[in-house]
Every structure is written in C-alpha cells, then in structure tokens.
C-alpha cells in the first residue's frame, strides 16, 4: 500500500506541476496584444488619419474664414448702426491687417484680420457709413484664405451688408 500512496502522491504532483503550467500558460495568453496586432492597429490608425486629416485641415480653414467675415460684418453693422445714432458719417480704413473705424477723427473701433486671411485687393478702399444709412465705398470687398478659399462682403442699400 506503502507503493500505491506514493504513486498516487506522485500523479498528484505531477497533475499538480501540469495544472500550474497551464495557468501559466493562460495567463501568458491574457497578458496583452501582440506586436502584430499593434503594428497592424497602428497601421489602420495612420491610413484612416491620411484619409481624413486633409478634409478636417480645410473645414476648419472655410470655418475660420466664414468666422472672420461674420465678424467682419458685424463690425461693418455697428459702425453703420452709429452713423444713424448719433446722425455723423464714420469711416473706415484698413492698414496692416487691420481694419479702423473712425467717428469725428477719433477711433472707436478696429477689427484685425487673422493671420490666415488677407484682403484679395492689393488697395482696400475706405468706406464711410452715412447717417441716412448709406454706404460709400466699394460694393464688394473679397477676402482670401491662404488655400485661396475667398469670400465676397457686400454692401447694397437693399440688402444691406453681407457676405456669401
């Protein structure tokens, strides 16, 4: 009996060895990726990225040209909506990328363009904004962005000021 304890001891342990290195062997399963699943994850990351990278690049320039020419306007709104207020022309200038608005030949108000936009015309007119409402200046005012996007400002006594 003596023999049969031992045998049985010794397929215990050897069970016993068998079960832990399948443990470890499972364990070694759950640890993480592969090298290869990463390289390949990584791969699909950067095609997709190339793919959609340059779409987003010029969304966000027409948005941020579509901003400057809201912003614009509005600007343009207010130094008209002055003019009828307090009855007396304003003008405005534009040097240096930056756009001046002026009452009585004090300034009350500028708007600089973002670096990525410039005017389209090399000689930007002065406007003047008349108490009775009307504009004297140029009908249209056109802005670049620098992947040559444009976008026109308008100005009309019967659409008032605009941008498309």
Same mark, same amino acid.
């Given at each position: 009996?003596?023999?049969? %304890?031992? $045998? @049985? +001891?010794?397929?215990?342990?050897?069970?016993?060895?068998?079960?832990?290195?399948?443990?470890?062997?499972? #364990? *070694?399963?759950?640890?993480?990726?592969t090298?290869?699943?990463?390289?390949?994850?990584?791969?699909?990351?950067?095609?997709?990225?190339?793919?959609?990278?340059?779409?987003?690049?010029?969304?966000?320039?027409?948005?941020?040209?579509?901003?400057?020419?809201?912003?614009?306007?509005?600007?343009?709104?207010?130094?008209? %909506?002055? $003019? @009828? +207020?307090?009855?007396?022309?304003?003008?405005?200038?534009?040097?240096?990328?930056?756009?001046?608005?002026? #009452? *009585?030949?004090?300034?009350?108000?500028?708007?600089?363009?973002?670096?990525?936009?410039?005017?389209?015309?090399?000689?930007?007119?002065?406007?003047?904004f008349?108490?009775?409402?009307?504009?004297?200046?140029?009908?249209?005012?056109?802005?670049?962005?620098?992947?040559?996007?444009?976008?026109?400002?308008?100005?009309?006594?019967?659409?008032?000021?605009?941008?498309?």
């Amino acid at each position: 009996m003596h023999g049969e %304890a031992q $045998a @049985r +001891a010794k397929r215990e342990s050897e069970s016993a060895k068998h079960q832990a290195k399948r443990a470890a062997l499972n #364990k *070694d399963n759950l640890k993480g990726f592969t090298l290869v699943e990463l390289l390949v994850t990584l791969a699909i990351i950067a095609f997709v990225s190339g793919l959609v990278g340059p779409a987003l690049a010029r969304q966000f320039d027409a948005i941020a040209l579509q901003t400057a020419a809201t912003e614009f306007t509005a600007e343009m709104r207010k130094a008209q %909506a002055v $003019a @009828r +207020a307090m009855q007396s022309p304003v003008a405005m200038t534009y040097s240096g990328h930056e756009f001046q608005f002026w #009452k *009585d030949s004090k300034p009350i108000a500028s708007y600089n363009l973002p670096p990525s936009i410039s005017p389209l015309q090399r000689d930007v007119p002065s406007y003047v904004f008349l108490p009775s409402g009307q504009i004297i200046g140029r009908e249209v005012l056109e802005f670049e962005n620098q992947r040559g996007r444009k976008i026109r400002i308008k100005t009309d006594v019967l659409n008032g000021i605009r941008y498309d």
